[in-house]
């Protein structure tokens, strides 16, 4: 990535916990001050670390505090939430007023699978959504679906841009968990699944499905990590039931994880563009994923909500070869935002072609 003569200050979820916005706020932040861009992020939802340019804003005060602050110095601000609640459209709404005149304009990325059907079910939320769109001069939708539904909204189609959030520079590092190495000596297959709160990901459906591969493969392991995966029930039942429960695990480790297990689950009921996905594809995981949002090409899919199914694909997928990588981007969509960056800057307008779905790329930054 070259570097513009620009400020950038992101907005979003910094890790802990390692969610996929988190997880590509960190990966972004990364690669610009990588390019020498001087990067300021709001932690919208602290955790117990700090990084250099971190700091927290929960809270309307500390939100409020901080985005005038990088207002006052012309940060450009890219703020990135989920899209599926009024908090986040609230969010939303005051980062597209952090804007000094003459600063350019800022950008929007919205990350949920559920974003476009909390949308659809009120006109408020949809009056709320344009009105949020309306200051920023890009927005970025990780799945056509949300892309329709901003449309839905009233949000010129010009203005939006279809990108997954994913990038190759997120699997710069990896390492292996130390209580790993063991348990895949002792269990084949092994699968390996990331348990967070709540219905939508899907814990009781794969505890329901995982009963049904054991019945069938005695010597499977399943490994859970992420904030559910030592509480909930399936990371409860331990060693003897095939389970391994690594908590929440920094990300290196997480990549470390899938790379060392024979295939990724994700049994989510909704979905964006879940870069954990991507990630496990990258590292020539096989991946079996619910049919919900968005999944590249390269994964077996059961419809969402039905664990006989997943059990069938997890089968399945014991039975296929490891080791070949799904191919890359043509382009690294961290790359993409870049070049929306140096277009806000010149105040050139948005960049409006889908990336990483078939369609035309943009052209290089200048």
């Known amino acids: 990535m070259r570097q513009p003569l620009l400020r950038v200050a992101l907005v979003g979820d910094w890790p802990p916990p390692y969610g996929g916005i988190s997880i590509h706020v960190q990966g972004l932040e990364a690669a610009l001050r990588e390019g020498g861009v001087e990067v300021r992020v709001l932690d919208i939802m602290p955790g117990a670390h700090r990084a250099p340019g971190v700091v927290p804003a929960r809270g309307e005060v500390p939100y409020a505090r901080e985005l005038a602050r990088i207002a006052a110095r012309s940060f450009l601000v890219h703020v990135h939430t989920t899209g599926s609640n009024l908090k986040s459209w609230v969010v939303a709404l005051a980062g597209s007023r ?3 005149v003459g600063a350019p304009q800022g950008v929007l990325t919205l990350h949920s699978g559920l974003a476009a059907r909390w949308l659809s079910a009120k006109r408020s939320r949809r009056e ?11 927005i970025i939708a990780v799945n056509a679906e949300i892309a329709s539904a901003l449309g839905d909204c009233g949000v010129p189609p010009e203005k939006v841009l279809v990108l997954p959030a994913f990038s190759p520079k997120l699997l710069a590092s990896r390492s292996t968990p130390p209580l790993l190495e063991a348990f895949r ?18 814990a009781d459906l794969l505890e329901e499905a995982w009963d049904l591969v054991r019945a069938r493969e005695r010597g499977a392991g399943l490994v859970v990590f992420g904030t559910a995966s030592v509480t909930g029930p399936l990371g409860r039942r331990g060693i003897t ?5 690594l908590g929440e695990i920094p990300h290196p480790q997480v990549l470390g994880t899938m790379e060392a297990c024979d295939a990724f689950v994700r049994p989510t009921r909704s979905d964006g563009d879940a870069v954990s ?5 990258a590292l020539g995981r096989t991946v079996v994923a619910s049919a919900a949002g968005h999944r590249p090409p390269g994964c077996l899919l059961f419809p969402p909500g039905e664990a006989g199914l997943l059990a069938a694909q997890m089968l399945a997928a014991a039975r296929l070869p490891q080791g070949v990588p799904v191919p890359l981007p043509t382009r690294d969509p961290f790359d993409v935002i870049w070049q929306v ?3 806000l800057s010149d105040h050139r307008g948005p960049v409006s072609r889908s990336v990483g779905t078939g369609a035309a790329h943009p052209s290089s930054p200048p």
Do not use: D, N
Request: glycine share 12%; aromatic share 8%.
């Open 341 to 343: 960056y140096a277009s």
């Open 185 to 202: 000596r002792s269990h084949s297959p092994l699968f390996c699944a990331q348990l967070s709160p709540g219905p939508i990901y899907g």
């Open 241 to 245: 039931a095939g389970v391994l429960a």
């Open 98 to 100: 952090a804007r000094r």
């Open 128 to 138: 709320l959504a344009r009105a949020a769109c309306t200051g920023y001069g890009q």
């Open 277 to 281: 996905v991507r990630e496990a594809l």
